[in-house]
């Protein structure tokens, strides 16, 4: 390699630390929603802010805490579904309930896994895969209330985890259009 090459690449790793270096959950969130309309400001500073991996995280490090936010939440879900289930009586109206909390249970178990993969995917810097998984898992989310309206289970007894999802997701996706820009 020339010297000029060398000082060139040197330049190029020493901006990329110092760009790294200024990301925090502020200035990430601040990015992700005036890039994206879908992610909420107030929000996004406050989830990943929470976490115990935000502290001195890069973006990169931001799109994968987003992810792992979106894991929880979906296991929460799951936890929750299990309970309600273990809850119910015999009607046949609670039999329907039922049916539908245990369909929206294994969305949720699907949503968990999707938001692992997202954050595997991110992690391996396969940005555009991670992207699509972190949507899924939303949207997988999201049909919970569907299912369950569709069953007359109103209101939902799980609709902060769909809402959440879809927030976390948009989250996780709009950092990773950062990375990649």
């Known amino acids: ?11 190029v790793a020493l901006a990329t630390l110092l760009a790294a270096a200024g990301a925090t959950v502020e200035t990430t969130c601040k990015a ?12 996004c500073v406050s989830e990943l802010g929470k976490h115990r991996d935000s502290p001195g995280a890069d973006t990169w490090g931001l799109a994968k805490v987003a992810a792992n936010l979106g894991v929880n939440n979906a296991g929460g879900a799951v936890r ?10 015999a009607g046949a109206k609670a039999r329907a309930a039922a049916a539908a ?3 929206c249970r294994r969305l949720y178990f699907d949503a968990e ?13 396969d940005y555009a895969a991670g992207k699509e998984m972190a949507a899924e898992a939303a ?37 990773v259009d950062l990375i990649v820009k």
């Open 1 to 11: 390699m020339r010297p000029s090459q060398s000082l060139l690449a040197a330049v």
């Open 32 to 43: 992700a929603a005036g890039a994206d309309a879908r992610v909420d400001y107030g929000f």
């Open 80 to 89: 929750d579904a299990d309970a309600l289930l273990a809850g119910g009586d």
């Open 101 to 103: 909390l245990g369909q």
């Open 113 to 125: 896994l999707a938001f692992a993969g997202a954050y595997d995917e991110i992690n391996a810097r």
């Open 139 to 175: 949207a997988l989310a999201l049909r919970c209330d569907d299912v369950l309206a569709e069953a007359g289970v109103t209101p939902s007894p799980l609709a902060r985890y769909g809402e959440y999802a879809a927030q976390i997701g948009a989250v996780c996706a709009a950092i």
